[in-house]
């Protein structure tokens, strides 16, 4: 994964005029979109390539993301989303319906939600006190009261 704060991918930041310089971050993550039994058209294949990317505005350690698109019948699509994260974390979802773009709609909202459930989970792991720390902190100490 490629992420830069500098518009023009470079390091240096006294060569470039920031003012004219449009400031934002860059991040690009490899997104592989298959298709199985048909093909998509150039317009879903960019939408797809597209949205899978927004992926990285929940969860930024996502490193390859992988769309599956398989045209089972005329009136039938199923589409499968594959998110790789740093340390080994694996997402899958996957939906059916009538239209493509639709079903990757519906897929990709799955996808949200799990990847955004997981971090949730990570941020809160690190913030809370384990619960053996919390019920010996309540705990008066029996030394104490028998020295009274």
């Excluded at 490629?2 to 004219?20: A, F, K």
């Excluded at 350690?61 to 599956?68: D, L, N």
């Excluded at 705990?139 to 028998?146: F, H, K, L, W």
């Amino acid at each position: 994964m490629v992420c830069d704060r500098h518009p023009t991918g470079s390091n240096d930041h006294s060569t470039v005029n920031w003012q004219d310089a449009e400031i934002e971050e860059y991040c690009s993550v490899q997104v592989a979109i298959t298709s199985r039994h048909g093909e998509l058209h150039q317009d879903d294949h960019e939408y797809i390539a597209q949205k899978s990317e927004k992926l990285l505005t929940f969860f930024e350690r996502v490193t390859a993301i992988g769309v599956t698109v398989d045209f089972e019948s005329k009136d039938r699509v199923k589409v499968e989303i594959l998110v790789d994260a740093e340390h080994k974390h694996n997402f899958v979802a996957s939906d059916a319906g009538a239209s493509a773009r639709a079903t990757f709609d519906v897929t990709l909202h799955k996808m949200e939600q799990q990847v955004r459930k997981y971090k949730e989970k990570l941020q809160d792991h690190r913030r809370t006190p384990p619960m053996n720390e919390v019920v010996q902190s309540e705990e008066p100490d029996v030394d104490e009261e028998s020295a009274d």
